[in-house]
């Protein structure tokens, strides 16, 4: 999707204005809904219990205090934190000649990664070794971009193959995430539980992350995806490695 917007949807904003990109977009939506509502069977019947304000706390608590059912979601923030925030600006930052291809690629990288080699390291290493090898190395790949800034000023070809990396790097780390709900989890009520954590958490760093690197990049320019990036990488190998010893603990 974020593809197809950059190759198609940056012609159409061009030639029509952002209200074109908007309006096809509705459009979209609304086509998916009706295939949606013609395809899906209808939910069986089910007794739920009511959802007051006490059960949400205790599931909140419940989820948190778990390092099975939070471990993946705990991680997964700070991926949502670089990604939609990196494949937003990285573009903006590289020479005028170079957007185009960085906006188009960074998300087609990602993917390419997450399938080539996110899956079979996750079968082969576990999926929290596999995330936490993914923030890693998106942290040599920021360091990477740092170095073409501070050597040339503009991040130019260099800097542009650092992105990719990054991108891939991402793309190990959000693949593996998600198959961490299983591997952590055997129960289907704590899967759930490890699923809507992710969602939840998914959608704190999705909405926080764009603004803070816009305001960082305002104060320091290009740079401004180093500082953004290195401590979030490092935060989530942290975080993972924090709920392995809790999990340990337990264990033992």
Do not use: K
Not at 69 to 79: D, K, L, Q, S
Not at 155 to 170: D, E, T
Request: aromatic fraction near 6%; hydrophobic fraction near 60%; proline fraction near 7%.
């Amino acid at each position: 999707a974020f593809t197809l917007t950059a190759t198609l949807g940056l012609p159409l904003v061009h030639a029509l204005g952002p209200a074109a990109l908007f309006a096809v977009h509705a459009g979209l939506m609304a086509m998916a809904a009706l295939l949606l509502w013609h395809r899906l069977p209808p939910d069986p019947p089910a007794s739920v219990a009511p959802v007051t304000i006490g059960s949400l706390w205790r599931d909140h608590v419940a989820i948190y205090a778990s390092p099975r059912i939070a471990a993946p979601a705990t991680g997964f923030v700070f991926y949502t934190l670089l990604y939609v925030a990196l494949l937003t600006l990285v573009p903006q930052q590289v020479r005028p000649d170079l957007r185009a291809l960085a906006a188009g690629a960074m998300p087609l990288v990602s993917i390419i990664a997450s399938l080539a080699i996110g899956v079979a390291a996750t079968r082969r290493f576990g999926p929290v070794r596999v995330v936490q090898a993914g923030f890693a190395a998106a942290a040599l790949a920021t360091i990477g971009w740092a170095g073409e800034v501070a050597v040339t000023g503009t991040p130019g070809m260099a800097a542009l193959v650092a992105a990719f990396a990054l991108s891939a790097a991402r793309g190990l780390v959000q693949g593996a995430g998600f198959a961490a709900i299983p591997a952590l989890n055997e129960r289907p009520q704590d899967r759930a539980l490890a699923a809507g954590a992710i969602a939840q958490l998914g959608n704190v760093g999705t909405t926080l992350g764009t603004p803070v690197l816009i305001a960082l990049d305002q104060a320091m320019g290009a740079q401004s995806v180093t500082v953004f990036a290195l401590p979030l990488c490092a935060a989530g190998i942290l975080v993972h490695a924090w709920q392995a010893a809790r999990r340990r603990r337990i264990s033992g």
